[in-house]
């Protein structure tokens, strides 16, 4: 088993896209650990602002499975086979961490939007906040407190989810 965690966003029906996104990572997936959620503006384009949370759940799939999964649950949930990097989002699911796997190929991980977007880092420092980064090799809790809170503005949405 490998522990793993994903970012999970969504700017089109967020609420309702986030709730089913859950409710198939935990279909497949034991033991959820969500972080609370997130409203952050949109990065990159212009467009109505995100619903992100992390999700962290261990896993047999090795990381070419698992982001076939991943793919097939977005498409499930209307992410378009063509989307843009930057562009609206019904689902959006990002491998952030698979164990302390380093690679660049077929995903990148640990994923470089760990460290320079607020509605990635914090809900990871959040849920992991002890866990060291395998290439900084600091804790999220500590690049947390050191990241410049001023670049991104986020707001913590309630939000209940029973799986």
């Keep these: 088993m490998v522990q793993v965690y994903l970012s999970i966003g969504s700017n089109i029906d967020r609420e309702s896209n986030?709730?089913?996104?859950?409710?198939?990572?935990?279909?497949?997936f034991d033991d959820l650990t969500l972080s609370s959620l997130f409203e952050s503006e949109a990065v990159g384009f212009d467009g109505s602002p995100f619903y992100n949370m992390v999700v962290g759940?261990?896993?047999t799939q090795n990381i070419e499975q698992l982001s076939k999964t991943l793919r097939e649950i977005e498409f499930k949930f209307g992410r378009e086979l063509n989307a843009k990097k930057f562009s609206p989002r019904t689902l959006d699911l990002d491998i952030l961490l698979y164990g302390d796997l380093?690679?660049?190929?077929?995903?990148?991980?640990?994923?470089?939007?760990?460290?320079?977007?607020?509605?990635v880092l914090w809900p990871l420092a959040e849920i992991a906040p002890q866990?060291?980064?395998p290439v900084l090799k600091k804790?999220?809790?500590?690049?947390?407190?050191?990241y410049d809170k001023e670049t991104q503005h986020l707001q913590i949405i309630p939000f209940n989810w029973q799986g």
């Design 18 to 28: 986030l709730r089913s996104g859950l409710t198939a990572l935990a279909e497949l």
């Design 57 to 59: 759940f261990q896993t």
């Design 102 to 119: 380093i690679q660049t190929e077929p995903v990148q991980l640990p994923r470089d939007e760990i460290t320079f977007n607020a509605f």
């Design 131 to 133: 866990q060291v980064h």
């Design 139 to 146: 804790t999220y809790q500590s690049l947390w407190q050191s």
